[in-house]
Nanobody
Framework: QVQLVESGGGLVQAGGSLRLSCAAS????????MGWFRQAPGKEREFVAA???????FYADSVRGRFTISRDSAKNTAYLQMNSLKPEDTAIYYC???????????????????WGQGTQVAVSS
């Protein structure tokens, strides 16, 4: 069982930056992929970014070039650095972990077994 706790959300002006953190309760560094998803009011949860245990990364087109996902395996923590934030980035951001995945399913929320409680990100115009 893996428990995930997100932190770092908040209110920021457009063009600003935030760094989200996801602390895992168990060792995830050598086996799990970590993903970030977000859900805006009235919308479905969508993929944002993911990182394999090999440190290979995946991004949604809407955030590529602005967001960077990383992980510190020694601390069992994943990060999402968000730069050049836009109002449309406003959402609850969720961290998730999955042990078995492919390059396709790593982008799918249904593939993930463990989820954090979410952290709110609000970007004002």
């Amino acid at each position: 069982q893996v428990q995930l706790v997100e932190s770092g959300g908040g209110l920021v002006q457009a063009g600003g930056s935030l760094r989200l953190s996801c602390a895992a309760s168990a060792r995830t560094g050598s086996t799990y992929a970590m993903g970030w998803f977000r859900q805006a009011p009235g919308k479905e949860r969508e993929f944002v970014a993911a990182i394999e245990w090999t440190s290979a990364t995946f991004y949604a087109d809407s955030v590529r070039g602005r967001f960077t996902i990383s992980r510190d395996s020694a601390k069992n923590t994943a990060y999402l650095q968000m730069n050049s934030l836009k109002p449309e980035d406003t959402a609850i951001y969720y961290c998730a972990a999955v042990r078995e995945y492919s390059d396709v399913t790593i982008r799918m929320s249904q593939a993930y077994h463990y989820w954090g409680q979410g952290t709110q990100v609000a970007v004002s115009s």
